[in-house]
């Protein structure tokens, strides 16, 4: 049985997206929100219950990886994603 594979977002498409949102009032934190789940590939639930503290170190600087703690991940697993630069 072949399985379906998922439909792919083409750089237009990814740029469609950002022009849409770059119009919203919140187009920097929604853009950021988008280019996690696309380059970290992040799920929706996880980049809604990110917090500062999964990708900022004591400092306040962006650190090399991003921490999905159990309580956001899928089945209760924290995990270690590293940062894109497209992200830093």
Do not use: Y
């Not at 792919?8 to 770059?22: A, E, M, P």
């Amino acid at each position: 049985m072949a399985t379906k594979r998922a439909n792919t977002l083409t750089n237009s498409d990814v740029q469609k997206v950002i022009d849409c949102i770059s119009k919203r009032p919140t187009a920097v934190e929604d853009e950021l929100k988008f280019k996690l789940t696309l380059l970290a590939g992040l799920r929706v639930s996880e980049v809604a219950k990110l917090t500062t503290d999964a990708f900022l170190d004591a400092n306040g600087n962006i650190k090399k990886n991003l921490t999905i703690f159990a309580h956001v991940g899928k089945k209760g697993v924290e995990r270690e994603i590293p940062i894109h630069p497209q992200l830093r």
